[in-house]
């Protein structure tokens, strides 16, 4: 156990810790007017030595950066120097001190930070102790507008109070107004000793009450502290709770993946009972034909017969006996095509029970599709909230160091991202199954599709220690193809290779040879059996079950690869020895002709509805976000403000519309799918808008509409769900923040 000075000492420590703490969100929360001509962030402890709160510093420096800046920490004692820094920090202040250092600083934009000053009209941000070593601060934002300072919302949101100036004021005033009366009494003393014992009581009964006003304050005071700490507390359990429902969301998610599995499985195996349906109406219909040319030849006995029976007359016995025979032919040609009617009567009953069943298993399959594609939407929505929001929370977790709850919450978005690709996988399966599907024909430049696909793959190579080499020629003439769904497909083969061969070698090629595009993905990793290699391009199947256990994964990348190529009229081969590893070839013949079979791609399904927000008369680039989805705007905006940006939001089209006209932003990012109106008819309406019609357009949806971008000219296409960083980095590329270096 600690002893009593140990534990003291602790508690010291964590006090300073969390002292240094709120000096960094207090920089953090709070803009400078020349931010971007800063090259570090300095920061004045003004102290004759250095205090525990400057190690604090220096350590926080040392792991953090501020505003992207480098910190640095200095201990100043003397006043004339403190105008250089952005941030001064005073533990023991005192009125004369606080003088000088505002003569100092006049005029420069510089924040004053002090500890437990009581003199409120003179503070910035003063940290306020309170019980349990715990601490609390207050605002004067009247002194940080007059410095040159602005104070974003987010300073008070993080546990402190705004002072009240106008109450300061009052409160100057009456107690100017006391003293005035105070002075009057003493010369009226003075002037007159022999007052009475009657107003010496009055002036005693006046200062009771006055006691009485300051333990009313005071007992309102140690009310508003209890307030907070409640307020903090609830905090807490609140941040607990959002942990709690995601881990729960996590295992909804998982319970739904199984259904979904048991669904196909079932979906397959009526397909099967309808392709064994189809050969038994063929076997059917090969007998029903060949009794049919039975009856015809019977028919043509008949006439011949009756032609003999004709020239038959003279001989009479010969006669008598051709009739008998005509009249028993006839009986048996009856019979048989009594007989042969009534089994065509039972073959036509039978085909149209099949015909039936085949027509109810069509529908089933395309009820699958359009389930599988539903469900993959229903799912991808939640999931962008939850790996939004966790990625929000370990931001924070990060700077009060939580590594256990960080651990946690980054296997969260692991398993979220793991959820999410087997989601994307069944949607497009879903989609080429069902003919929705179609190829956007263009010219493709094999090179720039490699060098993304390494990019793509790249931490899974650097994760399994893998060595990648690649042999990669344009040829003379690009060729024309679906640049999308060729990545898609070198993608799927070098991920597939990375995760088989670790710490081994991946060798990609890449060749136009005019007539044809010649792909390959070579690995030396597992290997398969060459039974393996016949159920290798099937939908949710891998080599076998160990590697599915051992190695992870759904099976539907190299199913769907195999659709993409022959969509193109191409063709994918495996070739492969056990413990040998494996080499995949794709082969699309030139040039390529877009099959009619694959149509375009369905809709998403209705969100809820966000509150627009509206504040165009603020600094920074402006940043317009038209969405139905509240989860996606609350996550997406507090990202981009964090980043500098303005950010305005707008729930349907008609708001969003009316926001733009009055902001004119810098940057509009815009939803297909909005409750009042298609994103298409609004993005059309923006560009026919002379104020409006040159401002860049980010197309942000959960439907693969990306053909529709190059008719339209939408600066950029992104499809739901996106990362943050995604979006971050699309619109600092089309509008740089004002006040980042």
Known sequence: MLSAHSFAQNQSVNKQRITASYIYNFAKNIEWPNEAAMTSFDIAVF??????????????????????????????????????????????????????IYSAVEGKPVLLVTFDFPNKQLVMINLVPVNNERLRFEVNKSNLINQGLKPLPELILNGGTEIDVAKLFREGQTSLVNLQKQMQIREKTLADLTASIQSQEALNSRLEKQMTDLNKSIQKSDALIAAQNEQLEKGKQERLALVSEVEQRTKELNIQQAELKTIVSEINAREKRVAELDKTIKTQEVELKKQKDAIASLDETVGIQKKALMYSWGLVILGLALVLTVWYAYNVKRRDNQRLAAHAQDLQFAKDRLA??????????????EFLSLMSHELRTPLQAIIGYTEVVIEDLKLNDDQVHIKDLTRVINNSERLLKLINGVLDLAKIESGRMQLDLT??????LVDDAVGTVKPLLEKNDIQLKTDVDDG?????????????MMINLLGNASKFSPKGLVTLKAYNEGHRIFISVA???????LEQQQHIFDPFRQADSSTTRKFQGSGLGLSITRQLCEMMGGTIEVQSQLGAGATFIVDIPLPIEADTRFGESGVGSDQDVAEAEQNPDATGNHIVMIDDDP??????????????????????????????????????????????????????????EAELKDIPVIIISIMDDRKNTSKRQAEEYLTKPIRRETLKLAVQRLAPPHNKS
């Open 476 to 488: 003379s003439l690009l060729p024309v193809a679906d640049p999308e769904k060729l990545l898609h």
């Open 47 to 100: 102290s004759g030595e250095k205090t525990p709160v400057y190690s604090e510093l220096e350590m926080l420096a040392e792991k953090v950066k501020l505003k992207n800046l480098p910190i640095t920490i200095s201990q100043v004692s003397a006043v004339k120097t403190l105008a250089k820094y952005q941030l001064i920090y005073i533990e023991n202040p005192n009125s004369q001190a606080i003088t000088d």
């Open 631 to 688: 989860a996606f705007l609350d996550i997406m905006a507090r990202t981009m403000r964090r980043e500098g940006y303005v950010v305005h939001t707008a729930y349907d089209a008609e708001t969003g519309f009316k926001l733009l006209q009055k902001v004119k932003p810098q940057v509009i990012t815009l939803d297909l799918l909005l409750p009042d109106q298609h994103g298409w008819l609004l993005f059309e309406k923006i560009k026919a």
């Open 523 to 529: 690995d030396t990793g597992i290997g398969m059996s």
């Open 443 to 448: 010219e493709v430049k094999l090179s720039s």
């Open 356 to 369: 039936i069943a085949k027509r109810k298993a069509e529908d089933a399959s395309q009820a699958k599709g």
